[in-house]
């Protein structure tokens, strides 16, 4: 029966306090188990060879001398996967991506794996294997990659989305534009307009836990996989595509994440243990070393925008448009086309235009990361939004105001707006304390906006109640900040009872149909959709139970604060059935109690977010740093306002990182030179200020409670909100991200000249 | 692998020199094991140091500091009257890593790793700390500057080990200071670093030592940079030319943690403000 998940104004009890996390303690005592704590009788230790070089063809591979040293149990390269994508370009790109075929794409391209007895046997097979490279010509520059004689990455590439259809191979894999109105127009009308150029460098979601996983499958084409993963629904079938399994005979286990952000939405090597587990028909584990993680996951886009906006003398923007280039490693992205999608989602515009290029190079496949594609869009946005509004002589943030969207406005990327909170958060944003702190010599503020669409999707949810009362609810998204605190207090809420009564499992995938992956802002909007149905199915059962122990009518039970309650005066005499009398009767009134739900979670509310934050630069360093940070966001409604406010901090911090100092770095050869903490350089504590949090609640529509998702919203403003503060504490305008002491330093010492 | 824990430095010295393949030393381990792990060694023997009695003194006095071999750099920043002698010393082993790194880190190792980043060395090479070498053919005595040759390389023969760094006698109005850059602000590795050491009569600078590091393969001393502050109150002319000295003597490299230009600038940045920080615990003042 569908439910209606239509928004209503409804009073709560539970949610919307600040209970203990369930997984607390396992997770501080150590007994929580991650993607590397699974252990099998009889497993084997995989590793995987990568290649040393940028782009080369693997001419030979010799396998004899490893498959001869004792110990090595299983020996695979490219050929031993066969090709069972039916034609599928998108799959053949991930089972590439897994294992080179012929050609390797980017330094750290897997070209070979063993498995062996222990991880000596292992690393010293590894460097039994001998890989006859032929070095090609390579790009790493997003940039470079677009002019005319780069070298190709793939050769069967023709760039998507322009007419008429091209002929020739290009590393632009796909235009795409979004926009209306007349922009050429719209700029002859503006009194000042203001056009510059940004770069971003490649990012890393720096994730502490490394990718994980035990693989077994046997020769009858059955097999588990215990895995870090945010989608172990999609690995399950992605797994099963490439491999020629059926879906139902791989079951797969998500174990605790130790952090995702993206970067574990994507198989890497988990075809390649399964396989290998296949091969030597034993588990096999395969855990990645940081170095391998940095090579070969998925990091973001590095960027490359060029922004033109015009306006009135009276703040009114007349046009704007972007072109925005990203590359996506070495296989087609639609991280370009996000990019413009987003890019202007926070106003109100007449004649908007932005084109995104998406492009190849030799660099590990880009994956999502937090609001794939936005901070780096809102990066050169708001840095001419601020200039736009300096050179008008304007308050930045009344500039921004005077053009937020709202109710109503068509957005920049197709749909009309509903109740959106970009205006609230700015307003919010102008009246905060923080914007009276008194700014010092050398300090700068800066604001700016963001926005992300947020994703629903399919979602699928049991709920079991116990003969003592106690609730098990399963889900199959998995519990990357919170959520299952956030999904017990909707249970509890909906059936009336304790919030300790309900414990909740991430269901593995022979125990819910599908749910997909926890990306998109997605877990607690539609897991905490369908946890609400499943207990409002729940209800209905327990009140059938108690209809028939009182023998009226189901239609006279309504429940009441978790318990059954008996309708109409001709009832007066029965006295209410709790949750727990029912239960505990259950084995005589029917048998187990159980609610359940699968849904489609369309209309995921879209989310904004205003961010301001004080810096203070060292002139002579050019090192900064953040004085007072606050995030400003609409979470629709706050289930767990803890983790709300975790997500918004989370957020903030890992844009501070990608702002201030974390790029990839790439030599002249093509390789990688920090695939490491120690130079790729996330934030420590002593590197961030208390992040100040500020939680509004504009209810979604589409949500029964108003919740929208609020876990990617945070990372979007970071870059620009810093890059503004910079740029007026130094007094030039900066255009990199990362702002690193070195390219503050020049940019002051240029201005200077 | 062998892994040894002798009790004396006899016992270790014969078990380093009759060892025929790669032999290392473990203090701390918190480069050793890095590096093993990452698979850029592989020893034949471990030996470690920790349980040797001697090795584990810490001795501090006006007339002279011996810090052993394994005395976790913690230590250091414990000792109240080794902060009062040697202030730049101890800010610069408590630069190290982290307190879990510091822990277990030492300054000996610190100095035998040969990273041109070190944090203590260029400090212990401004104090003018001398290295006591123990081997088969008995002990030696050598200045600091002097065991560094290059990143990754010491003058130690293959059956030596370092037993102690001593710093000199404290006379007159000394004191030291040593400042690093990094992007972060702990958890990172010198892009440049300055440490210096003054003596002051009446407020003039009599005696200094002027060294940088991580702007060539090895720590360098500058004496132009010393011979600009010896006779200065620190005034902004001596400074200049304290400064232009330490950008000449620099030779670093373009690479990830930095560029020649930057590290250039910046070493003059670190010298000046660690030069007036030292001055002013000497007591000076401007
Ligand atoms: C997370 C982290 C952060 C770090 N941060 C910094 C930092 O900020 N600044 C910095 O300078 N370093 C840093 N380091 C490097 C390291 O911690 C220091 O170099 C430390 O001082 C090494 O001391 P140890 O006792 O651990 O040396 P070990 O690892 O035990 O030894 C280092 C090397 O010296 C040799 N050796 C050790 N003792 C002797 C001896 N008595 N005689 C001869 N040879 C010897 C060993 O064989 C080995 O080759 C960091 C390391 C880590 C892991």
Redesign the interface.
């Known amino acids: 029966m569908p439910y209606e998940t239509d928004y209503t104004n409804q009073g709560f009890t539970k949610v919307g306090t600040r209970v203990n996390r369930p997984d607390g303690v396992d997770k501080v005592t150590g007994r929580a188990k991650y993607g590397a704590d699974a252990n099998a009788a009889g497993q084997l230790v995989g590793r995987v060879l990568r290649s040393p070089h940028a782009h080369a063809l693997i001419t030979k591979i010799d396998t004899s001398k490893a498959e001869k040293l004792p110990g090595v149990k299983a020996v695979l390269t490219g050929k031993d996967f066969p090709d069972l994508t039916g034609g599928n370009r998108g799959l053949m790109d991930i089972l590439e991506n897994c294992m080179a075929r012929g050609r390797a794409l980017y330094d750290g391209h897997a070209v070979a794996a063993v498995a062996a007895i222990d991880a000596d046997t292992a ?1 010293k097979a590894l460097k039994l294997i001998k890989v006859t490279y032929k070095q090609l010509a390579h790009v790493t520059d997003v940039d470079e990659a677009i002019k005319p004689g780069a070298p190709i990455i793939h050769d069967w590439v023709r760039t998507a989305g322009v007419t008429p259809a091209p002929t020739t191979a290009s590393n632009v894999a796909q235009r795409s534009e979004f926009g209306h109105g007349d922009v050429d127009a719209g700029l002859a009308q503006a009194d000042v307009i203001i056009e510059k150029s940004f770069k971003t460098e490649q990012t890393h979601q720096g994730y502490i836990e490394p990718h994980a996983c035990l693989a077994t499958l046997g020769p009858d084409g059955s097999g588990e996989l215990w895995v870090t993963t945010q989608g172990h629904f999609t690995f399950r079938n992605v797994c099963a595509s490439l491999l020629g399994l059926e879906v139902a005979k791989l079951k797969v286990t998500s174990s605790e994440i130790g952090g995702g952000f993206g970067g574990k939405t994507h198989v890497w090597t988990e075809p390649v243990a399964l396989q290998l587990s296949r091969k030597a028909n034993r588990p096999v584990k395969l855990v990645m070393s940081r ?1 391998e993680v940095f090579r070969a996951t998925g990091p973001t886009s590095s960027t490359s925008v060029d922004v033109k906006i015009g306006a009135k003398r009276n703040g009114k923007i007349t046009a704007a448009t972007a072109e925005l280039r990203y590359q996506s490693g070495a296989f087609p992205g639609m991280w370009a086309m996000f990019g413009a999608m987003t890019s202007f989602a926070c106003y109100d515009l007449k004649n908007v235009k932005s084109v995104g290029f998406d492009v190849l190079v030799n660099r590990p496949k880009v994956a999502a990361y937090r609001a794939p594609s936005a901070p780096m869009a809102a990066f050169a946005v708001e840095s001419v939004v601020d200039m736009l509004a300096a050179e008008l002589g304007m308050d930045a943030v009344d500039f921004r105001i005077k053009n937020a969207a709202k109710k109503g406005t068509k957005a920049s990327y197709g749909p009309v707006y509903g109740p959106i909170g970009i205006g609230p958060t700015l307003d919010a944003v102008k009246n905060h304390p923080h914007m009276k702190r008194k700014l010092g010599k050398n300090q700068g503020r800066g604001v700016a906006c963001g926005f992300w669409f947020n994703f629903g999707g399919q979602t699928c949810t049991d709920l079991n109640i116990g003969v003592d009362g106690s609730v098990n609810l399963t889900v199959g998204t998995v519990d990357v900040g919170g959520s299952r605190a956030s999904l017990a207090l909707i249970a509890a809420e909906e059936l009336g009872i304790d919030y300790e009564q309900v414990r909740v499992t991430i269901g593995d995938t022979n125990s819910l149909g599908h749910n997909d992956t926890t990306e998109g802002s997605r877990g607690t909007f539609s897991s905490g959709m369908a946890t609400i149905f499943a207990a409002r199915n729940a209800v209905d059962v327990l009140k059938q139970r108690a209809a028939a122990t009182w023998d009226i009518p189901v239609e006279q039970v309504i429940w009441e604060a978790g318990e059954a309650r008996a309708k109409g005066r001709q009832n007066n005499n029965l006295p209410p059935l709790s949750l727990k009398e029912i239960a505990a009767k259950s084995p005589r009134t029917g048998g187990p109690i159980a609610g359940h739900n699968e849904v489609v979670a369309d209309g995921a509310g879209v989310s904004f977010a205003s961010h301001m934050c004080d810096v203070e630069v060292d002139p ?2 050019g ?1 900064t740093k953040i004085l007072r940070y606050t995030v400003v966001q609409d979470a629709g409604k706050a289930i767990h306002p803890d983790y709300v406010e975790g997500q918004f901090q989370g957020g903030a911090a890992q844009g501070i990182g990608w702002a ?2 974390e790029e990839y ?1 790439y030599g002249d050869d093509g390789r990688l ?2 695939a490491g903490f ?2 790729y ?1 996330i ?2 504590c ?2 961030l200020p208390f992040i100040d949090t500020q939680i509004l609640e504009i209810p979604n529509p589409n949500h029964p409670y108003g919740v929208r998702g609020v876990g990617e919203t945070s990372i979007v403003p970071p870059l620009a909100a810093i890059g503004n503060a910079v740029s007026n504490a130094v007094g030039v305008r900066m255009t990199h991200v990362p702002m ?3 390219r503050i ?2 940019a002051i010492e240029t201005a200077k000249e | 692998m062998r892994f040894e824990s002798p009790t004396t430095t006899k016992a270790a010295a014969t078990l380093l020199a009759s060892e025929s393949g790669i032999a290392h030393v473990l203090a701390g381990g918190t480069d050793l094991l890095v590096r093993m792990k990452m698979g850029a060694i592989e020893p034949d023997l471990i030996v470690d140091i920790k349980r040797i009695e001697s090795l584990r003194t810490l001795k501090v006095a006006a007339a002279g500091v011996q810090i052993g071999a394994a005395v976790p750099a913690v230590r250091l920043s414990e000792s109240e009257k080794l902060r009062n002698l040697w202030p730049g010393v101890v800010e610069a082993a408590n630069l190290i890593g982290s307190d879990q790194i510091q822990g277990r880190c030492t300054v000996v190792g610190n100095l035998c790793n040969a990273s041109p980043a070190a944090d203590s060395v260029p400090a212990l090479i401004a104090a003018g700390a001398k290295a006591l070498v123990v081997g088969p053919k008995g002990k030696r005595r050598v200045a600091v500057e002097k065991v560094v040759l290059g990143p990754g390389r010491t003058s130690l023969a293959r059956d030596e080990f370092i037993e102690a760094v001593v710093l000199p006698a404290r006379t007159g109005k000394s004191a030291d200071a040593y400042l690093r850059f990094t992007p972060r602000t702990e958890m990172d590795i010198a892009v440049v670093s300055a440490a210096i050491n003054l003596t002051l009569s009446r407020g003039i600078v009599q005696s200094a030592k002027v060294v940088l590091g991580a702007v060539a393969p090895t720590a360098v001393v500058v004496p132009a940079a010393a011979k600009a502050l010896i006779g200065s109150k620190l005034d902004d002319a001596a400074l200049d030319k304290m400064v232009a000295a330490c950008r000449a003597a620099c030779n670093p490299i373009d690479d990830k943690r930095g560029t020649i230009e930057y590290r250039t600038k910046v070493a003059g940045v670190m010298a000046r403000r660690a030069a007036l920080i030292a001055y002013e615990r000497a007591g000076g003042s401007k």
């Open positions: 690393n170095d002579e360093t090192a201030l100092n770095i030179q920090n120690l130079d350089r934030p420590v002593s590197d690193s002491p070195p330093l020049n």
